[in-house]
């Protein structure tokens, strides 16, 4: 895809309706399940595949993940990197994101300046984000070492959604934590989204199409969930149904799509 054009694709599409992401841990399946994966949610509706998250993959099993998604589906591939070794020339963008309340330099701005030259020399789309740890925030909000925003206090979530804004960020996202027991609180995110001109994310504990929906009626432009593709059976139907309550179109099946093998973690 030529640069630029991952972001364009996805605001065009959300004029229409609120989108959906999945997201794929390398860690968690091995190349050719993720390469399953992706054929699944691609046919239940997803509009990209995010890929990221572990801070132990190698740059190796990163690699043969995107190869194995990117021979099977057509969606544009957006990595979620953990720092600047999670680069790959494999993938269509890679959200630069500074994680807005990390309270140490490494998560706000080092590993991006270590990281952009080498975005550049790679050719990869980068579309600047603002990354927003919300309680319980989980070990990504361990890792970051956040300051985690309590589920009740808007006007704090408001002063740094507002932030990564006024710096120019294209995106804000809201992060429960990926295995969050309860996603970002409808509430905050209607807080979020009336203070802001850009659009916004959220993920982490979304597990159900009510979960879903009640995150978009309250504002967010985007959804994204990663732990259900996990653990589900049918990843088709469950992405379906996230899909059916995330934007308000029911996508028939028009072919079969398969079922999600359970295998080791790739090594």
């Given amino acids: 895809m030529a640069r630029g054009s991952v972001l364009r694709r996805l605001l065009r599409q959300r004029r229409s309706h609120p ?3 999945t997201l794929l841990d390398p860690d968690k399946q091995r190349p050719e399940v993720a390469g399953r994966i992706a054929t699944a949610v691609e046919a239940a509706g ?7 998250g572990s801070t132990g993959v190698s740059r190796h099993g990163l690699d043969d993940t995107l190869l194995a998604i990117k021979s099977v589906s057509t969606l544009p591939v957006i ?4 720092g600047a070794a999670m680069l790959s020339p494999y993938a269509d963008a890679v959200y630069f994101m500074s994680m807005l309340n990390s309270t140490i330099p490494r998560f706000l701005v080092d590993e991006q300046a270590r990281g952009a030259p080498f975005i550049a ?3 990869i789309e980068p579309i600047p984000m603002g990354y927003i740890i919300v309680a319980p925030g989980m070990r990504v909000g361990e890792v970051g070492r956040a300051k985690v925003v309590e589920r009740t206090d808007h006007r704090r979530a408001i002063g740094l959604a507002l932030t ?4 120019g960020m294209a995106l804000i996202y809201l992060e429960a934590g990926s295995g969050a027991d309860k996603p970002v609180p409808p509430a905050m995110i209607s807080a979020v989204k009336a203070a802001l001109d850009i659009p916004l994310i959220v993920g982490g504990g979304i597990r159900t199409p009510a979960q879903a929906a009640a995150a978009v009626a309250a504002g967010a432009d985007i959804i ?26 029911h996508r028939s099946r028009t072919q079969a799509a398969p079922r999600h093998p359970r295998g080791r973690r790739a090594r």
Avoid at 46 to 52: K, N, P
């Fill in 46 to 52: 997803t509009s990209a595949l995010m890929v990221g």
């Fill in 164 to 167: 990564g804004q006024y710096f």
């Fill in 19 to 21: 989108l959906h992401m």
């Fill in 224 to 249: 994204v969930t990663g732990t259900i593709v996990e653990q589900a059976d049918d990843v088709h139907r469950r992405v379906a149904a996230l899909v059916e309550a995330t934007t308000g179109r």
């Fill in 79 to 82: 990595l979620f990197p953990g």
């Fill in 121 to 123: 020399k790679l050719g």
